[in-house]
């Protein structure tokens, strides 16, 4: 890789960790606005539409990168499709969680 290339690439990590720790703030910003909590099962249908919507913009870049787009390079593709894994994972994890949970509460006498 060149060193424009390189460059290319550096400024987009660090666009991308910006917007990541912005993320969080801006979430927590519309919560404390909306004024009402939110119930659980609202939250956690958000948070399985975030993960849907991350991992379709995945599948979009590499679709576009595959049909030679050059607005779209190897490590923007790259990126989408960590971000996607590591989103399914958590979410994987937090519905293992959850069923463990209600087995715990189930198996308990009454």
Do not use: C, W
Request: charged fraction near 20%; aromatic fraction near 4%.
């Amino acid at each position: 890789m060149n060193n424009v290339g390189m460059n290319k690439a550096l400024l987009e990590m660090q666009r991308m960790a910006a917007q990541a720790k912005m993320q969080p703030m801006q979430s927590n910003k519309v919560a404390a606005e909306a004024g009402s909590p939110q119930s659980f099962s609202a939250l956690l249908s958000t948070a399985v539409d975030n993960v849907n919507e991350v991992q379709r913009t995945s599948r979009a870049l590499k679709k576009s990168f595959e049909l030679g787009d050059p607005n779209v390079d190897l490590p923007q593709v790259m990126i989408a499709g960590q971000k996607a894994g590591v989103a399914f994972k958590a979410m994987l994890e937090v519905r293992n969680k959850l069923l463990q949970a209600y087995k715990d509460v189930m198996s308990m006498p009454v």
